[in-house]
């Protein structure tokens, strides 16, 4: 399944399947980008970041891609287990910004079994 | 690595009490932390950047004088939200970074001010 950026706040697939959550960004001057899961009642968990001179990273079923021509990040999450439902955060920092982080609005994955 | 710690996780009190959260990051030391405020369903929102030894920096529109921070140590942070209101009820998460990595973030104080 695939989200469609910022307007469309609930993603739902199938345990199993591939998943793909989508992130518009709005500054150019953004060089660092992470991706957080936030479970019910906790804070969010760092799984994966991309510097701007990169355009994908993966790590343990994961993957990020950055289209920094399009101001775009994707996360993708491979064959999709019941315990990746959660609320996923992309996050960018501004270069200069002071490390500071803006967050995304947020995809709620469902894995649905 | 890179544990942060947050206490309580959870408080409920009266409206005009003021309530302290605590953010420790126990396995590193975090010159800076920074403090974050969430309402249900919605994205974080930035309040202040916690700086070890020195005043914090509040985002625009947060009250330095209602949002009180205090970084006395490397490893411990603390927000006091004075005098507070049942507006002010939310989900207050703090999160330190460990050397150039990521931001690590504790598990949140969920606060509700009868």
């Known amino acids: 399944g695939e989200s469609v950026g910022l307007h469309l706040p609930t993603l739902s697939v199938q345990e199993g399947d591939n998943s793909i959550i989508n992130c518009a960004y709005s500054?150019?001057?953004?060089?660092?980008f992470i991706w957080y899961k936030q479970e019910s009642g906790k804070g969010p968990q760092f799984i994966i970041d991309i510097r701007s001179n990169m355009d994908k990273r993966q790590g343990q079923r994961v993957t990020v891609l950055l289209n920094k021509t399009v101001k775009h990040l994707s996360l993708q999450i491979a064959a999709t287990q019941p315990g990746d439902s959660a609320v996923y955060f992309c996050?960018?920092?501004?270069?200069?910004?002071?490390?500071?982080?803006?967050f995304g609005t947020g995809t709620q994955l469902k894995v649905e079994l | 690595g890179a544990v942060v710690s947050q206490h309580p996780s959870w408080v409920i009190c009266k409206s005009g009490t003021s309530v302290k959260i605590e953010c420790r990051s126990l396995d590193f030391q975090a010159t800076t932390m920074f403090w974050y405020r969430q309402f249900p369903k919605q994205s974080l929102m930035l309040m202040a950047t916690?700086?070890?030894?020195?005043?914090?920096?509040?985002e625009q529109g947060v009250e330095k004088d209602k949002f009180l921070i205090n970084h006395a140590s490397l490893t411990l942070s603390t927000l006091t939200v004075t005098s507070a209101h049942p507006e002010d009820s939310s989900f207050y998460i703090c999160s330190a970074r460990d050397g150039m990595g990521p931001q690590h973030f504790g598990d949140g104080t969920r606060l509700s001010i009868l």
């Open positions: 916690s700086n070890e030894g020195s005043k914090a920096t509040y």
């Open positions: 996050a960018e920092r501004i270069e200069g910004g002071g490390n500071k982080l803006t």
């Open positions: 500054n150019s001057a953004s060089d660092y």
